[in-house]
């Protein structure tokens, strides 16, 4: 009998970004700041993880860890994302027989831009910013 393939399924979640207030000391007012989150328990993507790990038998990650694109400049922190979306991607080609990517938001952005250098089985690009 021939074995199953093995395709993990990649979704790339979009970037959330949270104002914060923070009591500044010196000028005795709150300033804002960033924190950036791709927090997947609060938006679909676990749901979808479970559908297609139950009913189509696929590994299934979400990469939800990106570097925070704030504490770079704007150019700067597409190689941080693309060299992190590359890294982790390679672990995944070498334990399957393919790759989908499914890229929501920015996640979405960085998985459009990954594509025009690198070649996985399948995309599926979900409201790109």
């Known amino acids: 009998p021939r074995q199953k393939r093995r395709c993990y399924v990649v979704i ?12 500044n000391r010196d ?6 700041t960033h ?20 009913e189509s038998n696929l590994s299934v990650s979400i990469l939800n860890e990106f570097p925070n694109p704030y504490e770079s400049n704007s150019k700067r922190w597409e190689r941080i994302w693309m060299e992190f979306l590359h890294q ?7 334990n399957s027989d393919s790759v989908i990517l499914i890229g929501h ?3 979405a952005d960085a998985v459009l831009r990954y594509l025009e250098e690198h070649s996985v089985d399948g995309a599926v690009i979900i409201c790109a910013s």
């Open 12 to 23: 790339v979640p979009a970037s959330e970004t949270y104002l914060k207030f923070h009591y």
């Open 27 to 32: 000028t005795q007012k709150p300033r804002e």
């Open 35 to 54: 924190t950036f989150s791709a927090d997947s328990d609060r938006i679909w993507y676990c749901w979808l993880k479970d559908i297609l790990e139950k």
């Open 88 to 94: 982790n991607l390679i672990k995944f080609k070498s």
């Open 105 to 107: 938001g920015s996640g």
